[in-house]
């Protein structure tokens, strides 16, 4: 069985998304960030968690297909430090909780967002 089919397929992961991409739009350990705050008013919610949503379903072994532009274009110029990383995963962590999700699962979302660091990330953040 895939992670996808674990989690409860599209609209389990849609409701999970919902709670976090609310979770991280307003937190301010995130948008101390002044880039990341722009980021964050520029999108429109729904459509950021259309995007995530596609995301998670496509890498956890789902049939959507993420049509957003790839992380290091998404982020790059956000300089995200390390400290809003580990504040984005205490969020993702946070929800994954509260959702009851159990920890096998809730270890291989974290390892595939894990993947996506390098591209978020970026050694040359220096704020």
């Not at 968690?49 to 049509?67: H, M, N, S």
């Not at 400290?83 to 205490?90: I, K, P, Y």
Request: with cysteine; net charge negative.
């Amino acid at each position: 069985m895939t992670l996808y089919e674990r989690l409860g397929g599209v609209y389990a992961i849609a409701t999970v998304v919902d709670d976090f991409i609310d979770r991280i739009m307003d937190d301010p350990r995130l948008n101390a960030n002044p880039k990341v705050d722009e980021a964050h008013h520029k999108v429109a919610r729904a459509g950021f968690k259309f995007l995530v949503t596609e995301q998670v379903c496509e890498a956890t072994g789902g049939p959507q297909r993420y049509t957003g532009r790839s992380m290091r274009d998404s982020h790059a110029h956000l300089d995200i430090t390390a400290g809003e990383w580990d504040a984005f995963l205490d969020d993702l962590r946070q929800t994954l909780t509260k959702f009851h999700v159990p920890d096998a699962e809730q270890g291989e979302l974290f390892a595939i967002v894990e993947g996506t660091k390098q591209d978020i990330v970026l050694p040359r953040s220096t704020r």
